[in-house]
């Protein structure tokens, strides 16, 4: 089944640790990216990605790394998160970053 | 400058009536796609349905159409025959050419009985 992972789906850390959220995808897509999602904001894109060891920032990339070693797989690090960074994320990815993008199940991170 | 804009933070139909879901979009591009996702409670995102700006007709996807109005600039959504499981947050989006997917703030339709 065509789809986009996402790990863990819920996480509670407190500030300054150091979390991971993992990203993959089996449809071979070219591009992936990251979005927040906060209530009467939308999505924002914080990170996203062409093509393998190609990222560039989004709209919201403070506080946030990438990585894009492998084509099927987008990391999403907070090296020390902040209580702000607590929303819905999203990984997505479409074939070439024109069309549709198909996004992760989302996870809820709350950051005490 | 906001790029999209969703007028309608909620939205009531009543079950089995159509709805229009409306979105204004700002851009000088020539080339875009514009996007309606559904959110569900349970919080994934789900594509709806897609229009390209050089599309000459209105995307339609089952029960779901895109009302383009280009010299407007709107592409409002529009759901026929409403059933209960339409009641989930609905974002609009757009990306422009070598650009970001940039979503509206949503509107929430509840689907009533």
């Known amino acids: 089944e065509a789809q986009v992972t996402q790990n863990p789906r819920y996480l509670i850390t407190v500030t300054g640790k150091k979390l991971t959220v993992t990203c993959s995808q089996n449809m071979n897509h070219e591009y992936m990216s990251w979005y927040r999602q906060d209530p009467g904001l939308g999505l924002r894109q914080i990170y996203y990605s062409m093509n393998v060891e190609v990222t560039d920032k989004g709209d919201v990339p403070e506080g946030y790394k990438v990585s894009r070693k492998e084509k099927r797989n987008f990391p999403l690090i907070l090296e020390s998160p902040s209580p702000n960074q607590t929303s819905l994320y999203f990984c997505?990815?479409?074939?070439?970053?024109?069309?549709?993008?198909?996004f992760g199940p989302g996870t809820r991170l709350l950051v005490l | 400058a906001q790029k999209i804009t969703q007028t309608q933070p909620g939205m009531f139909v009543q079950e089995k009536e159509a709805v229009t879901l409306d979105c204004t979009y700002d851009?000088?591009?020539?080339?875009?796609?514009l996007f309606w996702y559904k959110q569900p409670s349970s919080g994934e995102m789900i594509f709806l349905i897609y229009q390209g700006s050089y599309d000459q007709q209105n995307a339609t996807e089952g029960r779901y159409s895109l009302n383009f109005q280009k010299a407007r600039k709107s592409a409002n959504l529009v759901i026929s025959a409403s059933q209960l499981g339409d009641s989930a947050m609905y974002f609009c989006?757009?990306?422009?050419?070598?650009?970001?997917?940039?979503f509206g703030a949503g509107t929430r339709l509840t689907v009533k009985p």
């Open positions: 851009t000088s591009d020539p080339s875009y796609g």
């Open positions: 997505a990815s479409s074939l070439d970053g024109q069309e549709t993008q198909y």
């Open positions: 989006a757009m990306r422009e050419e070598g650009d970001d997917m940039r």
